[in-house]
C-alpha cells in the first residue's frame, strides 16, 4: 500500500530552526510537495521537489532522496506565524496526490 | 500566480437539505479539478477527481449518487452534497491542476468551504 508517514506534531522556538521528517512509501514517484495550512484555512504550496537534493527558498529549504523515500522542510529563524501544519504529499505514477497526516508545528516565544 | 476561488465559504444548512460548492480557477484553465473533505486535525482525504466534459472518478468509500460531480468547463466544478446529514459537515477543499504546467504538476487550492449540517 502507499504510506506517507511525518510526526505528529513538534514545538520549537521563536528564531530558532525546526527539521520536519516525511518518508514515504508510493507506487511510483513524480515529485513531492510540502504545503502549508492554517487552521481552516487551505493548503498553500511551499515547495517541490523531484531531484535529490535541496532546495532553498527564503526562510524554507526542503530536501530529498528518492533511493531513501525520505524528505524534509528546514525551517529557519521560526517566526509565530509559522505555527501551522505541514503536510507532506507525493504524487504517484499516476499524477494523483498521496498526503500526509501533516505535521503540527507549535512555535514559543 | 494561479488563483482558484470557492463559493460559498461558509454554509449551514438543516439536515436533509442539498449543499452546492463551486470551485472555479480564475486567471488559468483546469483540465482536471479534485475535491477533498478534511475533518479536524486530520489530513486531506480525496474524494473525487473530475476531468472536464466527463464523469468524476470517485475514491473508493465515496458515494456518488451523495457527491455530485460536475465539470462543466475548464474553469468550473461544482459539488453538490446531496441530503446532507450531521456527519457530512467538513471543510470541503477543491484544487484545480492547470492545463498547461510547465513540467510542475502542481495542484492549486482554493480557500474551502466549511459545511455544517444541523
Redesign the interface.
Given at each position: 500500500g502507499q504510506n506517507i508517514d511525518q510526526p505528529t506534531e513538534m514545538t520549537a522556538t521563536e528564531g530558532a530552526i525546526v527539521q520536519i521528517n516525511c518518508t514515504y512509501q508510493t507506487s511510483g514517484f513524480?515529485?513531492l510537495?510540502w504545503y502549508q495550512q492554517h487552521a481552516?484555512?487551505?493548503?498553500?504550496?511551499l515547495s517541490?521537489n523531484v531531484l535529490d537534493g535541496l532546495e532553498e527558498k527564503g526562510r524554507f529549504s526542503s530536501f530529498l532522496s528518492r533511493s531513501k523515500g525520505y524528505s524534509y522542510l528546514l525551517l529557519k529563524e521560526l517566526q509565530m506565524k509559522d505555527s501551522a501544519s505541514y503536510?507532506c504529499a507525493v504524487?504517484d505514477s499516476n499524477?494523483?496526490?498521496i498526503?500526509?497526516?501533516?505535521t503540527?508545528l507549535i512555535i514559543k516565544p | 500566480g494561479a488563483v482558484v476561488s470557492q463559493h460559498p465559504s461558509r454554509v449551514i444548512c438543516k439536515s436533509g437539505t442539498s449543499v452546492k460548492i463551486e470551485c472555479r480557477s480564475l486567471d488559468f484553465q483546469a483540465t482536471t479539478m479534485?475535491w477533498y473533505r478534511q475533518f479536524p486535525?486530520?489530513?486531506?482525504?480525496?474524494m473525487a477527481?473530475s476531468n472536464e466534459g466527463s464523469k468524476a472518478t470517485y475514491e473508493q468509500g465515496v458515494e456518488k449518487d451523495k457527491f455530485l460531480i460536475n465539470h462543466a468547463s475548464l474553469t468550473l466544478s461544482t459539488l453538490t452534497v446531496t441530503s446532507a446529514h450531521p456527519e457530512d459537515s467538513s471543510?470541503y477543499?477543491c484544487s484545480a491542476r492547470p492545463l498547461v504546467t510547465g513540467g510542475?504538476?502542481?495542484?492549486?487550492?482554493?480557500?474551502?468551504t466549511?459545511l455544517t449540517v444541523l
Open positions: 513524480n515529485g510537495f481552516g484555512e487551505a493548503p498553500t504550496f517541490y503536510l504524487m499524477y494523483q496526490l498526503w500526509g497526516a501533516g503540527k | 479534485f486535525k486530520k489530513s486531506l482525504m480525496l477527481t471543510f477543499i510542475l504538476e502542481e495542484q492549486f487550492f482554493g480557500p474551502g466549511r
